[in-house]
Structures are given as C-alpha cells and as structure tokens.
C-alpha cells in the first residue's frame, strides 16, 4: 500500500512538473507575441505622430497676410462693440422705460457673447508667441 502511495505520488508531481513547463512555455511565447505586438503599434503611433509634426506649406489660396488678420479682427471688433452697444441700449429700454424689447435684447446679448468668444479664439490662434499652428 506504501507503495502504491510512493508511485501516485510521483506520478502526481511528474504531472504536475509537465503542466508547469507547458504552461510557463506557453506564457513565454505569449510574452513574446506580446512584445512584437507592443513594438508594432509604438511604431505606429510614432509614424501618427511624425505625421503631425510635419511642417506643410500652406496653399496660396489659404494664406492669410498678417494685415488681412488684422483687418478681419478690426471688423469682428467693430461687429461686437455695435452688439454690446445694442444690447446695453435694449436693457436700459426695458428697464428704464419699460418697453417690450426682451426679445431683442438676449438676442443682442447672445450674439454678443458668441461673437466675443469668436473673437477672442481667432486672435489667440493667429497672434498667440510661437504659433500653435
């Protein structure tokens, strides 16, 4: 009986023995895979990134001098001083003289607000030190 013991219990840890190299074996190789997979898509990412890094030409079309910029922002400010100026002038009427001009003025006040925020935007992307774009 001992040694039926003795032998089951060797043939247990041989078993035991097979299925950890196989398994660590099988885990190396998919390490393996895993590396090639990983250094294939750093790859691609560096060639996504090279891309973006590129210095383009612009078409002649498409460029802007710097004294056109500054001439369209002249007007978008002009635009928006006359809104502010509107919207101001709908709320001291309603206010103050109590005319029915709610209306007109938050939507004064919305393009306002709207065309300020594009203002501001085109000025930083066109004049910002060191040029995003």
Known sequence: MKMMHKSLFLCLCLLMLCVGFSSASVAAGTDVNANITSEASLEHSADVMRQFNEEKELAAERAISTNRKHQILFWMGGALLCLILLAAG???????FGKDVFLWHVLTAGLATTL??????????WFYPGRLL
Do not use: R
């Open 116 to 125: 300020a925020i594009v203002h501001a935007v085109v000025a930083f992307v």
């Open 90 to 96: 709908f709320g001291v009427a309603m206010g103050i």
